[in-house]
């Protein structure tokens, strides 16, 4: 089977897999990864299909939506590949993109030697660009909202200090996670062209941080500025 056959494959299978998905965790979401993925590799010596493949399968079966399990996305996507015959070096290096691209994965307090690639910091900057900007905001109210949490509770204070254990079982407001993750993901990119697009996007939820507090707190914004 040829890329563009393979590529064709599987994105009918993420498709029809992600068709309920939670809104920012759904094909569109794929789609904008893959896209930017795509974009940064340009400028990148890697190999572009196992950027495809892993753009368009890493989230597909993400552990938050699977009871915290970890494996089953990268077992789905062994599975799915192997299936298409596709090379065995490849399907390994991008179900180790599966399993390594995630946030959460960094606060990880064990020793020892992590799997690293080229390949995957393309995906994985390409990734954290979809946690940013308009869209990240975005993302990040709709899974707020789908959890049913607060937007804002300025009696909860964000905890930036958490291990990979205490993130996951996080039920913090929102807004908190703009200081837990969104607002650190700037300065965790991989690539150049990863960096130059974050602090675009880093920019716009400064800005509209201060517009969400100036909304929050009119009485007290005002009378200041009286």
Same mark, same amino acid.
């Given at each position: 089977?040829? +890329?563009?056959?393979?590529?064709?494959?599987?994105?009918?299978?993420?498709?029809?897999?992600?068709?309920?998905?939670?809104?920012?965790? +759904?094909?569109?979401?794929?789609?904008?990864?893959?896209?930017?993925?795509?974009?940064?590799?340009? &400028?990148?010596?890697?190999?572009?299909?196992?950027?495809?493949?892993?753009?368009?399968?890493?989230?597909?079966? +993400?552990?938050?939506?699977?009871?915290?399990?970890? &494996?089953?996305?990268?077992?789905?996507?062994?599975?799915?590949?192997?299936?298409?015959?596709?090379?065995?070096?490849?399907?390994?290096?991008?179900?180790?993109?599966?399993?390594?691209? &995630?946030?959460?994965? &960094?606060?990880?307090?064990?020793?020892?030697?992590?799997?690293?690639?080229?390949?995957?910091?393309?995906?994985?900057?390409?990734?954290?660009? +979809?946690?940013?900007?308009?869209?990240?905001?975005?993302?990040?109210?709709?899974?707020?909202?789908?959890?049913?949490?607060?937007?804002?509770?300025?009696?909860?204070?964000?905890?930036?200090?958490?291990?990979?254990?205490?993130?996951?079982?996080?039920?913090?407001?929102?807004?908190?996670?703009?200081?837990?993750?969104?607002?650190?993901?700037?300065?965790?990119?991989?690539?150049?062209?990863?960096?130059?697009?974050?602090?675009?996007?880093?920019?716009?939820?400064?800005?509209?941080?201060?517009?969400?507090?100036?909304?929050?707190?009119?009485?007290?914004?005002?009378?200041?500025?009286?």
């Amino acid at each position: 089977m040829n +890329d563009a056959k393979l590529a064709e494959e599987t994105i009918t299978f993420v498709k029809k897999t992600l068709q309920h998905a939670e809104g920012g965790h +759904d094909w569109f979401h794929i789609e904008r990864v893959f896209d930017n993925s795509m974009l940064i590799a340009r &400028s990148e010596k890697v190999d572009v299909l196992v950027v495809s493949l892993g753009a368009l399968l890493h989230d597909i079966a +993400d552990a938050k939506f699977h009871n915290g399990d970890e &494996s089953v996305g990268p077992t789905m996507a062994k599975a799915f590949l192997t299936s298409l015959d596709v090379k065995e070096n490849i399907v390994t290096h991008v179900v180790n993109i599966i399993n390594h691209i &995630s946030y959460k994965n &960094s606060l990880e307090t064990e020793s020892g030697e992590k799997f690293n690639s080229l390949e995957l910091r393309v995906v994985q900057d390409a990734d954290r660009l +979809d946690a940013l900007g308009a869209i990240g905001i975005a993302r990040a109210f709709n899974y707020g909202g789908f959890k049913n949490r607060v937007m804002h509770d300025p009696d909860i204070p964000p905890n930036l200090k958490m291990n990979k254990a205490q993130y996951k079982k996080s039920k913090a407001p929102t807004i908190n996670h703009f200081y837990e993750k969104l607002l650190l993901l700037k300065d965790k990119m991989n690539t150049k062209t990863g960096k130059q697009l974050a602090e675009q996007r880093h920019q716009y939820m400064l800005g509209f941080l201060e517009q969400f507090y100036t909304e929050w707190n009119p009485l007290v914004v005002n009378k200041l500025r009286a």
